[in-house]
């Protein structure tokens, strides 16, 4: 084998240079993630991304723009995080992105789960909704899983079913999944819808009683994890529990019967749920000297 000659045509393998802009841009995100990462000082790390997105504008090479311009955006969003702006983030994004379709995947993806965890998916609906429209976002990398985020995290929790459907019987539900996803999907949709069309309606002349019986109902669940909390402390020390321990929670469950009536129809399953708790400490705990509880 002869070695290639420098007269020879070749592709090059390493890429060219870096340009001072591009070198300077790359510094001043690493120190923006150090600011982030290692000191934990957010402000000095959202100033340093807003410093690169302005010089940002004055690069030339636009591939290597959009990629830092994405870097920095996400790191920014988390300075915000921890600075407990999380309502400013989108605002933000789009005062860089002023066209909502070309945020990138990611920083989507970010928005998404943000305006979720806060309670606010309304916030971000109009933008997802504009980017998954966009045809020539359906090739990218991160379009199938903005379409289920948007899917789980907007649409169905803001009870927009017939939306969601015609999000997946659509083009973008085309584009996005195949068809066992499709289905897998639908499926979803339909189960939301049965649970809320499963919601009992409250007459308006018993709303005093059913106010009644939920504060009941509260009360027998907080009564429960109470006895099942006296349960697991008894059982903890079920090898050497002393009397007095015993005794204690007889008092706490006579003074338990003595609050709630047991004559309320409300009653009857937690008296036997009651009756069960009771008969596991019995049997647990004081076999073989007792015979066992019969219910």
Avoid at 285 to 294: D, S
Wanted: charged share 25%; aromatic share 10%; proline share 5%.
């Amino acid at each position: 084998m002869t070695r290639p000659r420098a007269s020879d045509n070749f592709t090059p393998v390493f890429k060219p240079p870096l340009s001072c802009t591009q070198s300077k841009l790359l510094d001043m995100l690493e120190e923006a993630t150090e600011q982030l990462m290692l000191y934990k000082d957010f402000h000095a790390s959202f100033h340093i991304c807003n410093r690169g997105l302005e010089s940002l504008a004055r690069a030339e090479d636009e591939d290597v723009r959009g990629e830092l311009k994405a870097a920095f955006c996400i790191v920014a969003i988390q300075a915000l995080a921890e600075l407990n702006r999380w309502p400013g983030v989108l605002a933000w994004v789009l005062k860089y992105y002023q066209h909502q379709e070309e945020i990138p995947a990611q920083i989507l993806h970010m928005c998404i789960l943000l305006y979720s965890k806060l309670g606010d998916p309304a916030a971000v609906q109009q933008v997802a909704r504009a980017w998954l429209g966009r045809p020539s976002n359906w090739r990218l990398d991160g379009f199938r899983a903005a379409a289920e985020l948007y899917l789980l995290h907007v649409l169905l929790p803001l009870g927009h079913t017939d939306r969601a459907r015609e999000l997946v019987a659509g083009e973008v539900g085309s584009a996005a999944f195949n068809r066992e996803q499709r289905r897998t999907a639908l499926d979803i949709i339909q189960d939301e819808e049965r649970e809320r069309n499963d919601v009992p309606d409250v007459d308006v002349g018993c709303r005093s009683s059913a106010d009644n019986s939920s504060m009941r109902g509260s009360l027998r669940h907080q009564v429960e994890a109470l006895l099942r909390l006296t349960y697991r402390r008894l059982m903890s020390t079920c090898g050497s529990f002393l009397f007095h321990k015993l005794l204690l929670a007889a008092l706490i469950l006579y003074v338990l019967f003595l609050r709630m009536d047991p004559a309320l129809p409300s009653s009857f399953v937690w008296i036997s749920k009651l009756h069960q708790l009771l008969g596991q400490m019995w049997n647990v705990m004081l076999p073989p000297y007792y015979p066992t509880w019969k219910e």
